[in-house]
């Protein structure tokens, strides 16, 4: 089995991805330019929940301020995790030193993506705050698929955790 993962699609939305870290010279721009997309968007929504969403949740009512505060919370969780795997890559990428038994070949895993659709009051949310959920499911999405990594042919899918990691092993002293 090869130590890549397969990509998340819209099925493996609950599952956590493992992505394999590539260190190739042509991968250091592709990487840096997601690290900066990464950042930016915690740094906006960061701005967004601390000025203008704060004042907009104070005026919702009471149903709908209980998602505002739902959802920022899922969002703020979503975006540290990634920025937390943003954050190791570049530690790994700039030749820094990575926690115990993690390495380029053996990789942090990208939190799994839940999505949440159609609960109550979202629609009625301030569409900044929806539109940064959305954004960042897409970035979730763009980390998920970066550098094409996915399943290759004849590769089998892992039907669960403790099986990939099994895998892993197996892998590692073949």
Known sequence: M?????????DDSDRVVTLPFRTRTDDREEFFALFREGMALVERTANYLDGPGRRESKCLQPYIALAYATESMRLTTR?????TWLLARRAIL????VPPGSSAI????????????GSRGYDE???????LIEEAYR?????SR????????????????????MAQIQSAFA
């Open 125 to 131: 949310l301030p569409a900044q705050l929806r539109e």
């Open 79 to 83: 975006l540290t995790q990634l920025a």
């Open 106 to 117: 053996n990789p942090l895993d990208l939190p799994p993506i839940s999505r949440v659709r």
């Open 94 to 97: 700039n030749g820094d030193s």
């Open 2 to 10: 090869s130590k890549s993962s397969r990509s998340l699609s819209e």
């Open 139 to 143: 970035f979730h999405q763009k980390l």
């Open 146 to 165: 970066f550098g094409g990594y996915g399943r290759r042919r004849g590769e089998r899918k892992v039907q669960n955790p403790v099986a990939r990691q």
